[in-house]
């Protein structure tokens, strides 16, 4: 039996402004066990996002608790979620978020900066970590001299070069075509299986749900099933 | 901070700068701007005050009437000015006194450039006042002879007034006078005058055996008190007395001041321009990088690594500004020759002088606006909502 990555206990979270309060979760409980593939699935509007963003400790809750394992983050400050993301959490958006200004390798160096490695160990895990996403041949390529699918392949090239546990992906194949997905869907799935990383990923679509081990269903912020999948 | 962080941060930094050049120019020009004005008018202070400095002497004591305020209204008689000469504590040359007794008038010149109207002072003196002048130096022609219309021009004008080249005639007063000669003083405000023989100037403006001061020089500065008590001991004198220095510094103290305190208020209402073009600028490229302050805050950059370089952005955009400013300020304003006028409605010249106190004020005044101008925006910026 695998121990939990996430654990949320009782969590509320809403968004309100002067006139009225629109609930998100209303005490949300849901546990995600280490090493696992899932997928969160739910209408627009669910919270799918939201519960993305406040598992990688970017949005807040309004109560109960979020554990990363045996870590309580949701009271931390904002100086130690920022260490605590810099070591545990990495991201792959829709948009893929590279720095336009910044190669592919300075874009996946980004977050060795904050470890204490040499400049050439750096050098050697941005190598590594671009011929994992075979784009060992793009490296000195600007975001805007890639193509959709090698950008989003730096943003997971930046996710994993930092051996992070846990991989979180906001519709990774939301901007791609259905062969650059199935490649994208391809080399998350091998960070999962060979690599052992935790991957948390909202998809609308029903190929990259077919992807994960796990999914979990959002609907109207209060309930969720988790479907055992059959491993793909 | 690790210089690893920091000098990516600055990387994309200068990335930005030239990617925004329109934001960056923008801050670039406000702050040369600002700068371009403060050293003006802080060189045109400086340069009067140099001026000054050079103008004067603590050894040469100047004489005029009890209550005269300036040679314009003092008058002296020649049996005070026979006193004089049998004055303690005063230098001799072949047994006569040092000591010129003068008179000056102000006549109406026109410029070379314009052609419009100016007011210089036309001074006669004996033939011990170039010498009672420190740093005189005849520089062409020949000194004015006694008795006869003829001018020596000070460097400062003669290539400002028209018909001041030597050998020219000038219509003074109903009489021609001839330009036999110029002279520097060492960029003192003398150098703004005409010299003629006294009793020349008397003639011309019919002010027969009329002095308006007296200039002696003293054996050492302490010798001032032996005069100026001479003076008071004797009911026929009863002189101002006061160093050649004293009586510059009284005169042109409200022009130093002036300029002075002019100088400040009109760079800091210039630097609240500057302030608002700097700031509106930041907050535009900021708001167009919010999505990278995200980005680089998820990946676990600190708000502060993010805050210095923006903070880096504006201070160099406004440094290189200032640096521009005080370029083009050395290059227009040091050295050019300005025209005032003086407390006897005559016109005094002096150069302008930008040197590095001016330079580091300017400077700073440039970083002080840049760096207050970019921390609203820039704690805006760093404090966003982390979620995309």
């Known amino acids: ?140 390529h600007k975001p805007a001299q890639l193509s959709g699918g090698q950008q989003q392949r730096v943003a997971i090239a930046r996710a994993l070069v930092a051996d992070l546990p846990v991989l979180l992906c906001d519709e990774p194949t939301g901007n791609l075509d259905r062969d650059t997905s199935n490649e994208v869907l391809e080399t998350l799935r091998l960070l999962n299986k060979d690599f052992g990383k935790s991957i948390i990923m909202v998809t609308h679509d029903q190929t990259a749900q077919s992807f994960a081990r796990t999914s979990f269903r959002l609907d109207k912020g209060t309930f969720i099933e988790e479907v055992l999948l059959a491993c793909a | 901070m690790s210089p690893a962080i920091l000098s990516r941060l600055i990387y994309i930094t200068l990335g930005n700068i030239f990617k925004r050049r329109w934001v960056s120019g923008t801050i670039v020009l406000a702050s040369t701007l600002v700068v371009i004005v403060l050293v003006g008018f802080l060189s045109m202070s400086e340069g009067f005050r140099q001026a000054l400095n050079n103008t004067g002497s603590e050894n040469i004591a100047m004489l005029m009437s009890g209550q005269a305020q300036n040679e314009m209204n003092s008058q002296l008689t020649r049996e005070q000015i026979e006193l004089l000469q049998s004055a303690p504590g005063v230098k001799k040359l072949d047994g006569n006194t040092l000591l010129s007794s003068e008179l000056s008038v102000i006549v109406g010149v026109r410029t070379r450039a314009e052609n419009i109207k100016r ?85 011309a403006y019919n002010r027969h055996n009329q002095y308006q001061s007296a200039r002696i020089a003293l054996i050492d500065k302490d010798a001032l008190f032996d005069l100026t008590l001479y003076s008071a001991e004797d009911i026929r004198l009863d002189l101002a007395v006061q160093s050649e220095k004293q009586y510059f510094s009284k005169q042109t103290e409200g022009m130093v001041n002036l300029v002075s305190y002019l100088a400040w208020p009109l760079a800091i209402l210039l630097s609240i321009g500057t302030f608002t073009g700097i700031y509106n600028a930041m907050q535009i490229s900021i708001d167009s990088r919010r999505r990278e302050f995200v980005i680089l805050r998820q990946l676990g950059f600190s708000r ?77 910026g760093v404090n966003q909502r982390l979620a995309l």
Not at chain 1, 101 to 128: D, G, Y
Not at chain 2, 329 to 344: R, Y
């Open chain 1, 1 to 140: 039996m695998k121990d939990a990555i996430f654990t949320l206990k009782k969590v509320d979270k809403f968004y309100s402004d002067s006139n009225e309060r629109v609930g998100i979760f209303d005490k949300l409980d849901m546990t995600i066990k280490d090493g696992e593939f899932c997928a969160i699935l739910g209408p627009s509007g669910s919270g799918k996002t939201t519960l993305l963003n406040i598992l990688g400790g970017v949005d807040t809750i309004n109560s109960g608790e979020i554990w990363f394992r045996d870590t309580r983050i949701d009271n931390l400050n904002q100086s130690q979620l920022t260490r605590w993301r810099a070591q545990n959490v990495g991201f792959i958006f829709q948009q893929f978020n590279l720095i336009s200004l910044l190669s592919a390798q300075q874009n996946v160096e980004l977050p060795l900066l904050m470890t204490k490695l040499t400049r050439t160990e750096r050098q050697r895990k941005v190598a590594a970590a671009l011929e994992l996403v075979g784009l060992t041949d793009r490296a000195k």
């Open chain 2, 119 to 203: 007011n210089i002072t036309l001074r006669g003196m004996t033939k011990y006042g170039p010498v009672l002048r420190e740093g005189f130096k005849l520089t062409s022609g020949r000194m004015f002879s006694p008795g006869l219309n003829e001018i020596l021009v000070g460097e400062k004008i003669a290539g400002e007034v028209k018909g001041l080249d030597v050998g020219n005639t000038l219509r003074l007063s109903g009489s021609d006078w001839t330009v036999v000669g110029t002279f520097s003083l060492a960029g003192n405000l003398f150098e703004s005058e005409v010299w003629a023989d006294l009793s020349s100037v008397q003639s």
């Open chain 2, 304 to 380: 502060w690594g993010i805050f210095i370089s923006v903070l880096f952005e504006s201070l160099l955009c406004s440094v290189v500004g200032a640096g521009v400013g005080i370029g083009i300020a050395l290059l227009v304003f040091d050295g050019f020759i300005a025209t005032t006028m003086g407390s006897s409605f005559d016109s005094v010249s002096y150069s302008l002088s930008v040197n590095g106190s001016i330079a580091l004020q300017a400077f700073l005044l440039s970083a002080i606006v840049g760096f207050l101008a970019v921390c609203i925006p820039a704690h805006r």
